[in-house]
C-alpha cells in the first residue's frame, strides 16, 4: 500500500508556470504506476499525465502536450509534474494517483484505473 502526498499547487497567471510534487511513502512504490488526474468544478476527473514504474513510458492528454512533463524519482519516491504555458483551462483541483503493477510499463489513462489517491492540490490560473 502507499499513501500519497500532493503539493506545489497555487495561484498563477496564464502563461505562467507551476511544479506539482507528489511524495509517496511505502516499500513498493518503484512498482507502482503514476499518474496526474485533475478536476476542475463541475467536471468530471480528467487523466492529464502518467508514467509507468520505471519512467520509460509516460503518457499525457492531448491538450497539454507541450506544456506539461511528468517524471518521477523512485530513490526519492517522488512524482512530479512540471506544468508550463499553463491556461486559464487548466484550473482544477490535481490528484496523485497510483496503481500497483507487476512491473509491466503500463499506463493507465483511466482514473477509476487508479487505485491510491493523494488529497489534491488546487492550481488557480488567472487571467
Known amino acids: 500500500q502507499v499513501q500519497l502526498e500532493e503539493s506545489g499547487g497555487g495561484l498563477v497567471q496564464a502563461g505562467g508556470s507551476l511544479r506539482l510534487s507528489c511524495a509517496a511513502s511505502?516499500?513498493?512504490?518503484?512498482?507502482?504506476?503514476m499518474g496526474w488526474i485533475r478536476q476542475a468544478p463541475g467536471k468530471e476527473r480528467e487523466f492529464v499525465a502518467g508514467?509507468?514504474?520505471?519512467?520509460?513510458?509516460?503518457k499525457l492528454v492531448d491538450s497539454v502536450k507541450g506544456r506539461f512533463t511528468i517524471a518521477r524519482d523512485n530513490g526519492k519516491k517522488t512524482v512530479s509534474l512540471h506544468m508550463m504555458s499553463l491556461e486559464r483551462e487548466d484550473t482544477a483541483v490535481y490528484y496523485c494517483?497510483?496503481?500497483?503493477?507487476?512491473?509491466?510499463?503500463?499506463?493507465?489513462?483511466?482514473?477509476?484505473?487508479?487505485?491510491?489517491w493523494g488529497q489534491g492540490t488546487q492550481v488557480t490560473v488567472s487571467t
Open positions: 508514467i509507468s514504474w520505471s519512467g520509460t513510458t509516460t
Open positions: 494517483a497510483g496503481r500497483r503493477t507487476d512491473y509491466s510499463d503500463t499506463v493507465y489513462i483511466l482514473p477509476w484505473e487508479y487505485a491510491y
Open positions: 511505502g516499500r513498493t512504490f518503484g512498482s507502482y504506476a
